[in-house]
């Protein structure tokens, strides 16, 4: 049989970028310009002419300001789930903050979906071993599962697990789902979004997946809109910074064009609920 992937989309806009707040603060986002509906319009436009369904992140913030975008990619059959409302990384809130930042996000999200929202992703994949506590926060809020741990050296920790689990927490469970990362001896190499997607070669990111595949597991890929504009507009950022948003950015659309001919993708939930039901 062949093995569903999973394909997700962290909506949000080209300044919302985690490390930068002194740069573009939270205050001055209302006076920028906007592009997440144009470049959001475009992903949706590929997963139409595919046929594919996937899991949407959406930022607070964004459904906030377009709750009209949130109602077109509902209505195109995906899933919405949240990234949260002010795109803060985990580790720099308190754990009252981020239940606020949560809820604030899920009540606007829900208002406009109809729907409870069951699934979260960190920005920049921020829980780690100094914010575990955000896990038993998203489970007592009603969440079913999570993808905000990256088996990753800097941005996580390379000895969480590479593959989909089921957390046992205090007072129940929740799905956890890292990104795609190939293990090599030396590090695990980021194949499943950002610039890791676009820079690696293909065949790489290719077997990896198949080699997930076989055993029955799927991968986890992550797109943002902004790397669907080559018309960013541009801001002054450390090189390291602009390396991870910008390298290669032309290549998205192709690498996202061939994974969904090499490959079956669909939404979290829908792999949930044929994994629940076995
Ligand atoms: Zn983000």
Known sequence: MTVE??????VEDWFHICGIERLIPEASWHQLESRVRMNTMKILEVLRRKGVKATFFVLGFIAERHPDLIKRIEGAGHEIATHGYAHRRVYEMSPDTFRQDLKKAASIISAITGYPVKGYRAPE???RDDSLWALDILQQEGFEYDSSMAPLRIIGNPDYATIPYRLILDQGHLWELPPLVAPTPLVNLPLGGGWGLRIFPYNLIRSNILKLNNQGRPA?????PREFDLDNPRIRLPLVKKFVLDARIERTGKRLARLLD???FTSVSAVLKRVNKN
């Open 220 to 224: 986890v890929i992550f797109l943002h």
């Open 5 to 10: 992937n999973i394909l997700t989309v962290d």
């Open 262 to 264: 090499d490959f079956s």
């Open 125 to 127: 994949w921020s829980i």
